[in-house]
């Protein structure tokens, strides 16, 4: 059986970096014409701008779309998405508690902050522990962080 990890980081190979190669793209071209006539005095500028519509677009997917993309394809199971925030917060004790989260939001935007925490303590831009920082960004996006135990 293969792990969260392996199959997220072989399914989309920008997701360490955050961002998603926009090289395989393809994007219309756009043609303009700008012409300005001042024969009586008046300047008039003409615009023409015309896209060749036998090409394609195709909408950039966020990285949330290609996590939610992967982890459908591989019917991934929550606790193996809590165990792989909670190793990637370095915080195995807590992963009764990524298991709710990942039960009440989406997996793709959960994953997507995790890696962008371990993103920035790999920059030294944290000063407390991942776990912390990635709670705070939670709390900033309006998720709900703490659930009462079941009675």
Do not use: C, W
């Amino acid at each position: 059986m293969e792990k969260v990890a392996d199959i997220l980081g072989s399914s989309i190979p920008n997701l360490k970096r955050n961002t998603v190669d926009s090289n395989n793209k393809s994007l219309p071209t756009v043609n303009s014409t700008n012409t300005v006539n001042s024969s009586s005095g008046n300047s008039r500028l003409n615009n023409s701008n015309t896209v060749d519509s036998n090409e394609t677009v195709e909408q950039k997917k966020s990285l949330i779309e290609e996590i939610e993309e992967v982890i459908a394809r591989h019917n991934t199971t929550p606790e193996g998405i809590a165990q792989l925030l909670a190793e990637l917060l370095k915080d195995l004790d807590s992963i009764k508690y990524y298991a709710i989260l990942v039960k009440e939001y989406s997996a793709g935007e959960l994953l997507a902050i995790a890696h962008y925490v371990k993103d920035m303590d790999r920059e030294g831009k944290i000063k407390t522990n991942r776990a912390i920082y990635f709670q705070a960004i939670l709390k900033r996006k309006g998720f709900k962080t703490k659930f009462k135990k079941p009675a």
